[in-house]
């Protein structure tokens, strides 16, 4: 399993921009790097998903470097709302096994 | 409408008993899954099956068993249960698709089932 490293949690007023970093240094060459949602007393709810370079949907970007050892969720102007935990998870499309879920970064918006 | 929906939402029983948690996807997905969330929070996979192949995590003790009556049901038994059982389980269902160059697999979750054991 391609594991991850994410901060533990992370504080951050509304309006402001959010970056989330995720380290993982043994991703294979056909693992994706992808992002989940969950807040409290819910299942994690997709973000976003990537392989390269930049990702961009309505609700975030994801960058990914060129060597792809680390990854970053970016989400613009968090509001209260986006109070959730965030989970980096990295593996292959087509088999969800090899997906490892970590702690997650607890992301705390202030008001 | 729901696209992965679980039931019961809350399971209170106590131990040595056996109990079934259901869940249903109306997404037309081809893959479904089962997870466990301690109360660390840490979310582990437990199960994945399609219509060919149900993948095991070898973690899983084999008091628990999924059943599939059908593409759009996967149905989590657990036997003789125990306190450490304990936990959030989650059901999820997804389907490989690409746009374009680009291929995406997201995973659909269930709103989960408490499950305690006294």
């Known amino acids: 399993l391609a594991k991850t490293t994410q901060p533990i949690s992370m504080d951050s007023y509304e309006g402001q921009e959010v970056n989330i970093t995720c380290s993982h240094n043994?991703?294979?060459?056909?693992?994706?790097i992808t992002w989940y949602q969950q807040f409290p007393s819910q299942g994690p709810r997709f973000i976003i998903q990537g392989y390269k370079t930049k990702v961009t949907n309505e609700v975030a970007s994801l960058f990914i470097p060129a060597d792809r050892k680390s990854s970053t969720l970016s989400l613009p102007r968090v509001s209260l709302s986006d109070t959730a935990v965030y989970y980096c998870?990295?593996?292959?499309?087509?088999?969800?096994?090899?997906?490892?879920f970590g702690s997650g970064t607890k992301l705390n918006v202030k008001p | 409408d729901t696209a992965v929906s679980q039931t019961p939402k809350y399971l209170v029983t106590q131990m040595g008993n056996d109990k079934s948690i259901k869940c249903e996807q109306n997404?037309?997905?081809?893959?479904m899954y089962w997870y466990k969330q301690d109360s660390k929070k840490f979310l582990k996979i437990m199960f994945s099956y399609n219509n060919k192949e149900l993948i095991i995590n070898e973690t899983v003790p084999n008091r628990f068993s999924p059943k599939s009556p059908d593409k759009a049901h996967l149905n989590l038994h657990i036997n003789s249960l125990e306190l450490g059982d304990s936990a959030v389980y989650f059901c999820a269902s997804s389907q490989e698709r690409t746009s374009g160059r680009r291929s995406y697999n997201e995973q659909f979750f269930g709103p989960g089932t408490r499950l305690t054991v006294l």
């Open positions: 997404l037309g997905h081809d893959t």
């Open positions: 043994n991703i294979a060459t056909n693992d994706y």
């Open positions: 998870l990295v593996g292959p499309l087509d088999n969800f096994n090899k997906f490892y």
